[in-house]
Structure formats: C-alpha cells, structure tokens
C-alpha cells in the first residue's frame, strides 16, 4: 500500500522526492504487535490504539537514511518498526502520566482501557521490541534504544517536574526536547548505519543530524499546538499547566503574566485571550534555524561520504533527507 | 558486608552450606541505580523504594548457580544486579497496578511519590538495566531478559483479567505463577550458563530447575500470606479479590463459597472467619512436590555436567542450591 499524502496529512503533494521504494515500504510494514505472540486482549488493546494511525514519520525517516546509506530497505523494516512501536508505548505511558483522554481523533489508551491497562501494555511493548531488536543480531542497536528508552522516562519525568515546580528556561524545555523527541529521531538516523556496521563518524553525524531534526519537530509541534486545532487534545499542554516553547516565549515577553503563572495562577487563565502570534513566529524561527544546522551536518556528510562526487550528485543522495526536513518545517498537523 | 540470618529473614543460621564468597559478593552488591547517570530525583526514588531492602533471593540466586559452574563471581555480579534491578522495576509498576500502600515495611513506592512517578521511573529502570546487559556483549542474555519483562507484565495483565472476570482455576494460577515469579527465577539459573557460553542442555535444565523453584516459591508465599503476617500489605491479595492459591484451595473445597464468590460477593467477606489451615497444608505440599521435580532436575544437571564423579562428590557440588530450595520451603516470609 503506497501511502497517500491525505494520510501522512500533508496538502502539497511532493512526495517524488522520496524514492517510491521507501514509501511502498513503509506502507507494506505490519506495525502491529504479532497476535499469536501473547494475549490477544493486551495486544488487541495496543493494536488498536497507540499503534493505530499516526503520521509513521520516525519508520519513514528510519527508512529514508537506510535508503540513503544504500541498504536493502527490507533489512531495515525490523528497525522502522522497533521505532515506531517505542514511540507507540511510551504515548501509552504518556497518556497515562498526563491523563490524556485523546490521541489521533480518538479515546486514547487509558480511558480505551485503565490507566493499569496501559502502563502493562506499554511494559509488553517496549519488552517485545528489544526481544525483536536482538534478532537483528546486533548488540549497539539494543544498547542505543535502551538508551532511547531511559531518555523517553527521563524527559517525562523532567517535564512533571518542570509544571510541578513552576520552572522552566529555554534550557530545560531544550533538555525536555532532547530526551522525548530528539533522542528518538536521533536513532531512527543512527541505526540504520549501525545495522550496516559503518563508520563511527557516520553514526555521529547522523545522530546529530537527528538531534537537530528532533528539536526542530518539537519547535514546530509547539508552534502548530499554539496556532490552530490538531489531532490530540486540544491546548492539552496548557490544561497540564505545561509550558510549552510558544508558552515560554509569550511569558518572556510579559513579565506581568509570567509573575502570575509563578504565583501560581493556572497557565490556561494566564493565557486566555492572549495574542500568541508573535511567539508562534519565533518558535517557528527557532524551528528554522534548527533546520539549519541540520543542514549544515549533512553537508559534512556528504562530502564524508561521497568525497569525490558533484555538488549536484551529492545532493540528489540527499534528497529524500531534504524532503523529510520540509515535510517537519511545512507540516500542518 | 556478610548477609547476616536476620537479614534475610530465617531463624536458622545455616548458611554455611553457601559459599563464602558468595555471601560476601552478595553484601557487597551495589544494587542502587548510579546517581550521577540520571536525574537525581528519579534514581534517588527508586534508591529508597524498590531498590531498598527485600531478601536479595534473586540475586544470591544468580551467585549461586554461577558458583557451581564454576565462574568468578565478580564477573556475573552485572547479571546479579540486573535481575533484581527487574524484579524492582516490577515491583514499581505492580504497586500501582495493585493500588499497594505498603512494601517491605515502608510506604511503597507509588505512595512515596505518585502512581505517575512510579510509571515513569519503573521505566527508567527497565531502560536502565538493558543498557547494562548489553556491556557483557550477550545478545543472548538481553534476548532473555527482554522475555522476563515481557512476562511479567503479561502476568499481570493475567492477573487483572482473573480478578476482573472472577475466573480462576489451577491452570491459570500457574500461568500467572509461571509469568510473574518463575520467569524472573529462570533467568537467574540460566543466565550464568549463557554467560559461561555453555551448551544449551546445560542452560535449558538450569531453565528448567528455575522454573519449578519459582512455582514452589510462589506457592509458599501464598501459603505464608495465608498463615501469617508478612511485611507486605496484610491481605492484600483478598483485598484485591485476587485469588491466590491457598484462596483457590479453599474455595475448590467450599463450593457454596465459590459459588457466593462468583456471583459477585467480596472475596474477603467470603473468607471471613475461614480456616484456611487445611487449604495452607495442600499449597505447602504443591510446593515440596515442584521441588522434588526441581530436585530430579538437578540430578539431570549433576549426571550431566560431572558425568565420572561420585554421587557424593555432585551432591558437595550442589549443595549450595540444595540450600537455597531449602531457604525458599522453609522461609517464614
């Protein structure tokens, strides 16, 4: 199945810059957690939740840098869909850490089930994607998503403490950032160079060219949470008194506002009425610049890489990476 | 640090049937998650919670079996450490899947910080312990490990559904047994065998040994929570309506009880005033019968791995696991 850009929920459609093999790829993967494997209620119960829908960008990318890298795409389904499926548990972990009650346009994990419920199945999840993972035989691919793992609890965790505690910088929402978003990114463009047993410093580069990416998808989550309506709970964010990079920005310009957030007075009172284009535009800069940096680590890359190559050759290797940055930059949803 | 008979809770200081050594490896774990490696607060939490006291039984274990195969016990101290590090992270989410208020004395874990934190930093722990395994370069062992997570939250799930459903029979007993608690006793037996790299016949009765421990372990404790006060929540199981097997022994026996239970009466008003001391002595003899089968298991292993030695010879080999079957028949919680 090739996926449609109504379903990756992008208008324009310049989807020629993948190459077709990634997406009908990525449409044919089952990221469904095997039925015959264990209860059937506890992976129906997934299956039907956190692993149903969703934009399935960190397979596509995981894919997209194999594809770059010259692997066989078929190889490399086992990573998109190891990614896919962390990802998966730890919304269920999330949703229930921040008693979300919707996920894409539907009752999430937790009232679907119980917040029991999901914290087992995500348990379940993140178990079956490492027994999964050492099938690849490949000890530092294991060793790096555990390492994603632990940043997913961590970021949460700070988070919690963040809205507890009524302190956020840029520093801490960067922090934030990197360990729930970035360190995700970050292995969907590693592991495929693991997997092929390349160089170390193509490993490095292209972990923080996912670092990059990573922060710069949060910045514009951020920004399209502070902009107009999406799939998950609206303004959800500023109900959990969680300060997001658009809330952030809004406060440093009205120290009056910020005062009262720190008194204690809730987020959502703090910001009724307030007009947060000007921060939506700074994030979005932030976002950009970013995007930037990425660039510049690919460039490194290529020139790393294909050393003896145009300019032009050069960047049609890179092309399908380009694609996916404008797919974050652009993205309305 | 010598473990000391109070310590581990037994009135008979019998423990010269252990290798010193492996007394004094024991005492000398650190089992503390490493607090520079993480947020203080979430390493600090778990330090004082799940990872704080308990037997140790895990882990001894482990020395033990390591021991008679004959590996330096500082070389499998990373595996001791692991799986009781498993076990903990268990313990953190079972509490707030069990609503628990007490642990070993103390408040428990999601009481001491919140159902969330307790979600959160269980997850760190899982996390943690993987990135470890992997630094022994065992894909095998992480595979194994990874099944142990996966079962113990399929336990759970078991478990919920049985209290849920009011279903309950010995078959299922032993499934949620075998997920929850001998699962976690099987890695400890095979875990050095994989380590040591030995043959698969070695590893799968060692598999096989922990098995039947775990089962009979599970049975005692279920005799014990019906006899006596232990340092967890007093009847928490009932509590719960969760039919443990000393419950199920006595129901079986009492079908004007099960049948009040099935149609939905508390399993604690149903219980009142019970004697529960014929039901107590069946469940302690399920247990001497899984370690009369662990015993033949043994034998297997001495035939086996000592092939031209004496029987009394294998038995001086054994010995040590002789006694730790008899710590867990004859502990008193």
């Given amino acids: 199945m090739l996926l449609n850009s109504a379903q990756i929920g992008h208008s324009v459609p310049i989807w020629d810059a993948l190459?077709?093999?990634?997406?009908?790829?990525?449409?044919?993967?089952?990221f469904r957690v095997d039925i015959d494997s264990a209860r059937p209620a506890l992976t129906e119960l997934l299956n039907r939740t956190v692993l149903d829908g969703g934009k399935r960008l960190r397979p596509m990318l995981t894919l997209v840098v194999g594809h770059v890298l010259g692997l066989k795409l078929n190889d490399i389904v086992p990573l998109a869909r190891a990614i896919e499926q962390v990802h998966a548990a730890s919304l269920a972990h999330d949703d229930v850490v921040d008693n979300a009650t919707q996920r894409r346009g539907q009752d999430s994990i937790n009232v679907q089930a119980s917040n029991k419920r999901a914290v087992l199945a995500g348990d379940y999840l993140l178990a079956d994607v490492i027994v999964n993972l050492t099938r690849t035989g490949n000890l530092n691919l294991v060793k790096e998503m555990s390492d994603v793992i632990s940043a997913l609890s961590l970021g949460e965790w700070l988070q919690m403490d963040a809205i507890e505690k009524r302190s956020y910088s840029s520093e801490i929402l960067e922090q934030i950032f990197r360990?729930?978003?970035?360190?995700?990114?970050?292995?969907?463009?590693?592991a495929p160079a693991l997997f092929k047993h390349t160089n170390i410093k193509t490993v490095e580069l292209l972990r923080s060219f996912g670092d990059h990416l990573g922060i710069a998808f949060q910045l514009m989550d951020d920004a399209l949470d502070g902009s107009q309506a999406s799939q998950k709970d609206q303004n959800l964010d500023v109900e959990n008194n969680q300060v997001n990079a658009v809330a952030l920005e809004f406060l440093k310009d009205h120290p009056e506002k910020w005062k009262a957030y720190q008194e204690g007075q809730n987020l959502a009172s703090v910001l009724e009425n307030a007009d947060l284009s000007k921060a939506v535009q700074s994030v979005r800069a932030q976002a950009n610049a970013k995007m930037e940096s990425a660039h510049l680590i690919l460039d490194q890359l290529a020139y790393f890489l294909w050393p003896e190559e145009s300019l032009e050759s050069k960047m049609a290797h890179l092309a399908p990476l380009y694609f996916i940055m404008k797919l974050i930059i652009d993205r309305d949803h």
Same sequence: chains 1, 2.
């Fill in 19 to 30: 190459p077709p093999q990634v997406l009908e790829t990525l449409g044919e993967i089952d």
């Fill in 179 to 190: 360990c729930k978003t970035a360190s995700v990114m970050s292995w969907c463009c590693l």
